[in-house]
């Protein structure tokens, strides 16, 4: 039987002033009365904001609240592949798709409705749509409701959901611009953060 070699450590004793982890507790709160203030003579990040009298500009790239988009003529861009259904992690998902009068549309959703409330805000749906029918770029953040059902958003509720405004989106070091923000998207008005 092959000897296993075993490597003992011996443990540290700690000291009594070790024991009491009277140093690093204080070492935790200077930090903290350091960063407070800082913010408090507004020389601080100041990341705090009086919420909800003062909603937070979200950076570019932040994946807020889904939104359907739309041609130039307003009907949903969206031609029902079922690509972003099919790649949800979170099967959230649900398409009922119907034939488009146009033969060259093929198909458009009937129903097209996400369950807030499942999702995992992974951006896979958005990232997965070959005609940026989808997106997350509305910056809101606050979504609330009482009850279970109100959290699944319909086509409608898609369609009015508006992106956030790009030239007030705090950017991100190192992100490329907004998709929404170049041209061949309809210009919608800027997200309201309700
Ligand atoms: S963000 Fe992710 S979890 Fe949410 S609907 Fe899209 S693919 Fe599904
Ligand atoms: S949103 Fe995009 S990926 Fe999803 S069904 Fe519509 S066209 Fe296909």
Redesign the pocket.
Known sequence: MKQVKVKTIKREKMSFWERTYLLPIFQGMGITFRHFIRNLIGKGPNISVSYPDEKKTMPTGY?GK?RLTQRDDGTVKCVACMM?AT???????HIEAAEHDNPEIEKYPEKFE?DLL?????????E?CPCDA?R?DSGIYTIFATKREDFIIDKEGLLNVKPQDPSTARPLQGMPPLPGSEAGSRDLPMADHA
């Open positions: 994946r889904h972003c790649v949800c992690p979170a099967h959230c998902i996400i499942r999702c995992v805000y992974c951006g896979y749906c958005v997965a989808i997350m």
